[in-house]
């Protein structure tokens, strides 16, 4: 969670899951892609879908869905996979149910979470980890969500599940 | 043969009579000829190979007989001679025996040849035998055995018992010690045993005995006169002398008895008899057999020969029987054929002169013969023609004699008749002419009632006239009427048929409207299909543009990680991202067009589908108009149709009512006529009375006249009368003659 009010537009990939929009700071996303052939990997938590070949390199690949705590859907024409870079995570990436377009938001249009605010509504419905911040569009919320954490969630559920 | 002379007929006969006779003959001389050659061959052969078999068989029996004697007879001599005598015998039966082949191989009779041959094998057979046995019996070995047996040996025997007697009696003398005497006359005593033996031996071997037996018997002898050589030192008594004899005596012994074995063993005489008994007397019962077979074969032969002689005989006299008869046949049928001829033209003859004479002279004789009868029969037939023509012609004359008077008799007939009913009809007529005056009376009377009723029929005609011209002009204004009424129906008919020519032309166009409108749904379809290929492009567009999209966004990612580096790009990405956003823009804006396209399609092709709609809701009802056109059209032309025809009714009684008219007018003009023909009538009446009168008087003329006529035409019927009786007696004068309608000649 990087609260920066006083630095240049950030632009955010946005994408919309159930019809909302969310979306990831551009600097984290490595590609974005139509690539749905999924390796399933036995024993795994529901999250992770399977392992995906992108040009020689292996990626793992969640379901962002299931992450924010959504039913899963069958794989549409719409859906994406958006890769993440290394400094995000190591060689993964997550599902998502349409691409939409890159938003350029200022800073104070942002709205930062943080963990110091634990009355707010977001820590009661439990993605407090996953969402960084609220952007606001002209008709529109964007949620920014955490990349970094989607690994640790899996972990966590992992562990949960055992 | 009828037309031959009579001469040659006599000729003919006699020379079949010859010719008859002498084929008898030559057939008798034939047949009695095969007689002879049957009985000559009988003779010539038959007998002669009897008397061949008879002495082949006796010659045969004779050197059987021979050969037996030959056999018995003990000495050779006699026994050569028998075997010489049977020898010749066979040989003589055989020389028969060939000359019998010859004859039978000449002959060829079936049986005989083989018979023959199988008699000539037999007789080798047993002449071969007879040959054995001869050969056997000629050799006596046996007696000759004998003798040397009773002969040499006995001698030897005798002296060797001698001689062993004289030791006996030496040793019984000498009266050497008990052993040695003992022993010698032991020794002696068996010699002497051995030498008895050996003739006794000897003997038995000249019996028939089989060869082991033979060669027992020669060995015991040699045994026994080994023992005799053996003890003989001893039994001599050291006499050397008499050893040395005894010891010649042995060997001439030996000698003598081996010959004795020889001859035994030969055992001629034995074996000729064996022989002599089985085989040869079966080769010569086979020889008998054969010839009594052969005897057999002649004696039928002889039979059959006899036979065919008997038989020869008969057909020969069949023969000539035969031949007689069919000689005599012959000459009995020409015989008849000859005086047939002769005699039944000659009665043919007579018959007809007779018949002439009777007065008969319609027969002539068929006869078609050259010889002298035949010139008779011709000369008669030429007599009765000339006869029968005179007569004819004489029948002829009297017959036209007999007509004539029978006309002159009917006409005079006929003369008398006539003048009779003249007269009766003169009196009918007078009453008739009365009768008629009085009927002219009643007529004038009814002339005058008859004027008067034509009077009356002459107004009436004459109104009715006038009503007739009234319905006459009535029917003609009908008539009128009637036609305007046709004029008129015909012009609707016409205007119907226009009507139906729009209606027809209505549709057509209807139709071609609605073919027109199926091209255009079809257009529109093509246009729709269009569109939907257009869609899938546009498909095709998005899809780029999403993929662009997708460029674009994955661009600006990097552009932004590139950072400062990155601006350039950055604005690549973002040109490519308006491209997506056009394309997308521009694939939906088409999407929209093509909607909005094929909407419009949509209602076109609605809106064609009402006019197509329509157009069929037209095609009916201008059917329905064209079928109700039809009909007012038939129903317009029955009108007419039914108008024509009043029309022609209507004329028809227009002609009637004129033709009425006419006849109206006729019938006052005819009875105008009538009225005045009533008055010519009175007047005519008058007239006749007067004419009748007149009548009258003439018709008593005639019948004054017609009297005078009937009493001349009585007397020309007696004359004819007279007439007819002088040509019924000529008639029956000439009747006697018979003539044939062919000689009656027309003058």
Same mark, same amino acid.
């Given at each position: 969670?990087?609260?920066?009010?006083?630095?240049?537009?950030?632009?955010?990939?946005?994408?919309?899951?159930?019809?909302?929009?969310?979306?990831?700071?551009?600097?984290?996303?490595?590609?974005?892609?139509?690539?749905?052939?999924?390796?399933?990997?036995?024993?795994?938590? +529901?999250?992770?879908?399977?392992?995906?070949?992108?040009?020689?390199?292996?990626?793992?690949?969640?379901?962002?869905? !299931?992450?924010?705590?959504?039913?899963?859907?069958?794989?549409?024409?719409?859906?994406?996979?958006?890769?993440?870079?290394?400094?995000?995570?190591?060689?993964?990436?997550?599902?998502? +149910?349409?691409?939409?377009?890159?938003?350029?938001?200022?800073?104070? !249009?942002?709205?930062?979470?943080?963990?110091?605010?634990?009355?707010?509504?977001?820590?009661?419905?439990?993605?407090?980890?996953?969402?960084?911040?609220?952007?606001?569009?002209?008709?529109?919320?964007?949620?920014?969500?955490?990349?970094?954490?989607?690994?640790?969630?899996?972990?966590?559920?992992?562990?949960?599940?055992? | 043969?009828?037309?031959?002379?009579?001469?040659?007929?006599?000729?003919?006969?006699?020379?079949?009579?010859?010719?008859?006779?002498?084929?008898?003959?030559?057939?008798?001389?034939?047949?009695?000829?095969?007689?002879?050659?049957?009985?000559?061959?009988?003779?010539?052969?038959?007998?002669?190979?009897?008397?061949?078999?008879?002495?082949?068989?006796?010659?045969?029996?004779?050197?059987?007989?021979?050969?037996?004697?030959?056999?018995?007879?003990?000495?050779?001599?006699?026994?050569?001679?028998?075997?010489?005598?049977?020898?010749?015998?066979?040989?003589?039966?055989?020389?028969?025996?060939?000359?019998?082949?010859?004859?039978?191989?000449?002959? $060829?009779?079936?049986?005989?040849?083989? #018979?023959?041959?199988?008699?000539?094998?037999?007789?080798?057979?047993?002449?071969?035998?007879?040959?054995?046995?001869?050969?056997?019996?000629?050799?006596?070995?046996?007696?000759?055995?004998?003798?040397?047996?009773?002969?040499?040996? =006995?001698?030897?025997?005798?002296?060797?018992?001698?001689?062993?007697?004289?030791?006996?009696?030496?040793?019984?003398? @000498?009266?050497?010690?008990?052993?040695?005497?003992?022993?010698?006359?032991?020794?002696?005593?068996?010699?002497?045993?051995?030498?008895?033996?050996?003739?006794?031996?000897?003997?038995?071997?000249?019996?028939?005995?089989?060869?082991?037996?033979?060669?027992?018997?020669?060995? @015991?002898?040699?045994?026994?006169?080994?023992?005799?050589?053996?003890?003989?030192?001893?039994?001599?008594?050291?006499?050397?002398?008499?050893?040395?004899?005894?010891?010649?005596?042995?060997?001439?012994?030996?000698?003598?008895?081996?010959?004795?074995?020889?001859?035994? *063993?030969?055992?001629?005489?034995?074996?000729?008899?064996?022989?002599?008994? @089985?085989?040869?007397?079966?080769?010569?019962?086979?020889?008998?057999?054969?010839?009594?077979?052969?005897?057999?074969?002649?004696?039928?032969?002889?039979?059959? /020969?006899?036979?065919?002689?008997?038989?020869?005989?008969?057909?020969?006299?069949?023969?000539?029987? /035969?031949?007689?008869?069919?000689?005599?046949?012959?000459?009995?049928?020409?015989?008849?054929?000859? @005086?047939?001829?002769?005699?039944?033209?000659?009665?043919?003859?007579?018959?007809?002169?007779?018949?002439?004479?009777?007065?008969?002279?319609?027969?002539?004789?068929?006869?078609?013969?050259?010889?002298?009868?035949?010139?008779?029969?011709?000369?008669?037939?030429?007599?009765?023609?000339? &006869?029968?023509?005179?007569?004819? =012609?004489?029948?002829?004359?009297?017959?036209?004699?007999?007509?004539?008077?029978?006309? &002159?008799?009917?006409?005079?007939?006929?003369?008398?008749?006539?003048?009779?009913?003249?007269?009766?009809?003169?009196?009918?007529?007078?009453?008739?002419?009365?009768?008629?005056?009085?009927?002219?009376?009643?007529? #004038?009377? #009814?002339?005058?009632?008859?004027?008067?009723?034509?009077?009356?029929?002459?107004?009436?005609?004459?109104?009715?006239?006038?009503?007739?011209?009234?319905?006459?002009?009535?029917?003609?204004?009908?008539?009128?009427?009637?036609?305007?009424?046709?004029?008129?129906?015909?012009?609707?008919?016409?205007?119907?048929?226009?009507?139906?020519?729009?209606?027809?032309?209505?549709?057509?166009?209807?139709?071609?409207?609605? $073919?027109?409108?199926?091209?255009?749904?079809?257009?529109?379809?093509?246009?729709?299909?269009?569109?939907?290929?257009?869609?899938?492009?546009?498909?095709?567009?998005?899809?780029?543009?999403?993929?662009?999209?997708?460029?674009?966004?994955?661009?600006?990612?990097?552009?932004?990680? #590139? /950072?400062?580096?990155?601006?350039?790009?950055?604005?690549?990405?973002?040109?490519?991202?308006? &491209?997506?956003?056009?394309?997308?823009?521009?694939?939906?804006?088409?999407?929209?067009?093509?909607?909005?396209?094929?909407?419009?399609?949509?209602?076109?092709?609605?809106?064609?589908?009402?006019?197509?709609?329509?157009?069929?809701?037209?095609?009916?009802?201008?059917? *329905?108009?064209?079928?109700?056109?039809?009909?007012?059209? $038939?129903?317009?032309?029955?009108?007419?149709?039914?108008?024509?025809?009043?029309?022609?009714?209507?004329?028809?009684?227009? *002609?009637?009512?004129?033709?009425?008219?006419?006849?109206?007018?006729?019938?006052?003009?005819?009875?105008?006529?009538?009225?005045?023909?009533?008055?010519?009538?009175?007047?005519?009446?008058?007239?006749?009375?007067?004419?009748?009168?007149?009548?009258?008087?003439?018709?008593?003329?005639?019948?004054?006249?017609?009297?005078?006529?009937?009493?001349?035409?009585?007397?020309?019927?007696?004359?004819?009368?007279? &007439?007819? $009786?002088?040509?019924?007696?000529?008639?029956?004068?000439?009747?006697?003659?018979?003539?044939?309608?062919?000689?009656?000649?027309?003058?």
């Amino acid at each position: 969670m990087k609260a920066s009010p006083l630095e240049n537009p950030r632009l955010f990939c946005s994408f919309r899951v159930e019809g909302k929009l969310y979306g990831v700071d551009i600097l984290d996303v490595k590609e974005v892609t139509t690539e749905m052939m999924y390796t399933r990997i036995a024993h795994a938590p +529901d999250e992770v879908l399977g392992l995906v070949n992108i040009r020689g390199h292996i990626h793992l690949a969640l379901d962002l869905r !299931r992450l924010l705590g959504l039913p899963p859907i069958p794989v549409t024409g719409e859906s994406r996979l958006v890769l993440f870079k290394p400094i995000a995570g190591h060689s993964f990436g997550v599902v998502v +149910d349409s691409i939409s377009e890159i938003h350029t938001i200022t800073p104070d !249009r942002l709205e930062t979470f943080s963990l110091a605010e634990p009355a707010s509504l977001a820590t009661q419905l439990g993605q407090v980890d996953l969402i960084s911040a609220i952007g606001k569009l002209a008709d529109e919320l964007l949620v920014v969500l955490n990349p970094r954490r989607f690994l640790t969630i899996v972990e966590q559920n992992l562990t949960r599940a055992t | 043969m009828k037309n031959f002379k009579l001469a040659s007929k006599l000729f003919l006969l006699t020379a079949i009579l010859i010719s008859s006779v002498l084929l008898v003959a030559y057939v008798a001389v034939n047949r009695l000829a095969a007689v002879n050659t049957h009985v000559q061959h009988l003779v010539e052969s038959t007998i002669a190979k009897v008397n061949r078999t008879s002495e082949m068989h006796v010659r045969f029996l004779g050197g059987v007989r021979a050969q037996k004697n030959a056999v018995l007879s003990p000495d050779d001599e006699t026994s050569a001679n028998y075997a010489a005598s049977s020898r010749a015998a066979f040989t003589e039966s055989r020389e028969a025996i060939s000359k019998l082949n010859e004859l039978v191989l000449q002959d $060829r009779v079936d049986g005989q040849s083989t #018979a023959v041959e199988e008699l000539i094998k037999a007789f080798e057979k047993a002449e071969e035998v007879n040959n054995q046995v001869l050969d056997l019996a000629i050799q006596n070995t046996n007696v000759k055995a004998r003798q040397i047996l009773s002969g040499a040996i =006995q001698r030897d025997v005798e002296n060797l018992n001698k001689r062993l007697q004289l030791w006996v009696d030496e040793s019984m003398t @000498k009266g050497a010690t008990d052993a040695d005497l003992v022993k010698r006359l032991v020794t002696l005593y068996a010699m002497h045993d051995n030498v008895v033996s050996i003739p006794f031996t000897a003997a038995k071997h000249i019996e028939p005995l089989t060869v082991e037996e033979m060669t027992a018997l020669e060995k @015991k002898v040699e045994d026994f006169l080994e023992k005799i050589q053996s003890g003989l030192a001893l039994a001599s008594g050291g006499d050397l002398s008499s050893q040395s004899d005894v010891r010649n005596r042995i060997s001439d012994m030996k000698v003598s008895l081996a010959k004795l074995f020889q001859l035994s *063993r030969l055992d001629t005489n034995n074996r000729s008899a064996e022989i002599s008994l @089985k085989p040869s007397k079966q080769a010569a019962d086979e020889v008998v057999k054969r010839v009594s077979k052969l005897e057999d074969l002649l004696a039928r032969e002889s039979d059959s /020969g006899s036979k065919l002689s008997a038989a020869a005989y008969a057909s020969a006299i069949w023969w000539i029987l /035969g031949t007689t008869l069919l000689g005599i046949l012959l000459g009995g049928i020409v015989a008849y054929l000859v @005086k047939e001829s002769v005699t039944k033209p000659v009665f043919e003859v007579r018959n007809l002169a007779q018949a002439m004479a009777a007065g008969d002279l319609r027969s002539r004789i068929q006869l078609n013969q050259q010889d002298e009868v035949g010139e008779l029969s011709d000369a008669t037939n030429s007599l009765a023609d000339s &006869l029968s023509r005179i007569v004819a =012609q004489i029948q002829k004359v009297s017959e036209g004699l007999a007509s004539s008077a029978e006309d &002159l008799g009917g006409v005079s007939n006929h003369l008398l008749s006539q003048s009779e009913a003249t007269s009766l009809n003169a009196t009918s007529v007078a009453s008739a002419a009365e009768q008629l005056s009085s009927n002219i009376n009643t007529m #004038a009377a #009814a002339a005058e009632e008859m004027s008067v009723n034509v009077a009356s029929i002459s107004s009436a005609s004459e109104e009715m006239s006038m009503n007739v011209g009234t319905i006459s002009s009535a029917a003609e204004q009908t008539s009128s009427n009637v036609s305007a009424v046709s004029t008129a129906v015909g012009e609707i008919s016409s205007s119907f048929t226009d009507v139906l020519n729009d209606v027809r032309e209505g549709s057509r166009v209807a139709g071609e409207a609605s $073919r027109m409108a199926d091209s255009a749904t079809a257009t529109i379809q093509t246009l729709s299909q269009s569109g939907t290929e257009i869609s899938k492009v546009t498909e095709a567009i998005k899809m780029i543009a999403l993929q662009t999209n997708l460029l674009a966004l994955n661009a600006t990612i990097e552009a932004t990680s #590139a /950072g400062e580096a990155g601006k350039g790009f950055a604005v690549v990405a973002h040109e490519i991202k308006e &491209l997506a956003n056009q394309s997308a823009k521009a694939a939906e804006d088409i999407a929209r067009k093509i909607e909005g396209v094929q909407n419009d399609t949509r209602q076109a092709v609605q809106v064609i589908q009402n006019v197509s709609q329509i157009i069929k809701d037209i095609n009916a009802s201008s059917g *329905r108009i064209s079928l109700s056109v039809e009909k007012q059209t $038939r129903a317009a032309s029955m009108i007419s149709q039914n108008v024509g025809e009043a029309n022609k009714g209507v004329g028809d009684i227009a *002609r009637s009512i004129a033709e009425v008219a006419k006849a109206a007018g006729d019938m006052s003009r005819n009875v105008a006529e009538a009225a005045r023909g009533a008055t010519d009538v009175s007047r005519n009446v008058g007239e006749a009375a007067k004419a009748a009168g007149g009548i009258s008087s003439d018709i008593h003329g005639v019948s004054d006249a017609s009297r005078s006529t009937n009493q001349s035409a009585s007397k020309v019927h007696d004359s004819a009368e007279d &007439l007819d $009786r002088i040509g019924k007696e000529l008639k029956k004068l000439v009747g006697r003659f018979k003539i044939n309608s062919e000689d009656i000649t027309t003058e």
